[in-house]
């Protein structure tokens, strides 16, 4: 399928409408000469006579069905999002084509009630909560987050590899400065990025690279 551009995937998809409706005429007639207009002789035999392989295998032969680099490039992506997503892990994936980076971001951060379990404030929560200034949230943050992560992740880059397609592939971490949460206001995060070079490695490949540096990250970090 990764062979195959949009169009080419929506007749894949079609295969199996039509094979769902061989007992309904209208339906299944009307898939087939929907096909047989979009296609080739050849895509349109193997679409009503093969399986589902021989039926990809036609369509990649034909260039208006073929995948463009573009195509390719948004199939990996779409592979590594829903890879991912199956490891449950909270995380947001970004992209940057000019860098050629995947980045695998997770948020740490603090708000003014972390703070208080810190400092074992036992009386007068509120009022303690309350006088917290911004300054010292982020400043906290920044000493205590941010320096711990960027420790972690230096551990996690040097520790963590693996061979993939007989090269030792190891991945670096980046952690941003601290910034105010945009809907929490009493919350400062730290973004820790996981970054996957696409122009390099096979971004599908070294997920599992990934997951292991996150997973330290988040056994390891503590306040």
Do not use: C, W
């Amino acid at each position: 399928m990764k062979r195959l551009n949009q169009e080419g995937k929506k007749i894949v998809a079609m295969k199996s409408e039509y094979l769902n409706n061989l007992d309904n005429e209208v339906v299944r007639d009307a898939i087939a000469d929907s096909v047989k207009i979009r296609g080739t002789a050849t895509v349109y035999k193997a679409f009503v006579e093969k399986d589902e392989a021989s039926l990809i295998n036609a369509l990649a032969k034909i260039k208006k069905f073929q995948a463009t680099e573009d195509d390719k490039f948004n199939n990996n992506i779409e592979e590594v999002r829903s890879k991912f997503d199956s490891y449950k892990i909270p995380h947001v994936v970004l992209i940057d084509e000019k860098k050629n980076e995947i980045r695998i971001r997770r948020f740490f951060g603090l708000d003014t009630r972390d703070l208080v379990k810190y400092f074992g404030v036992t009386k007068n929560e509120k009022l303690f909560t309350h006088f917290v200034s911004r300054e010292l949230l982020e400043g906290f943050v920044n000493s205590k987050v941010r320096d711990k992560l960027i420790g972690i992740g230096k551990e996690a880059s040097n520790a963590f590899s693996e061979n993939i397609d007989g090269k030792n592939v190891k991945l670096q971490v980046e952690v941003s400065k601290s910034y105010r949460h945009e809907e929490y206001t009493s919350m400062f995060n730290v973004n820790y990025d996981i970054i996957i070079p696409y122009n390099e490695v096979d971004p599908v490949k070294v997920l599992g690279l990934a997951k292991r540096i996150l997973n330290y990250a988040i056994r390891e970090f503590s306040v």
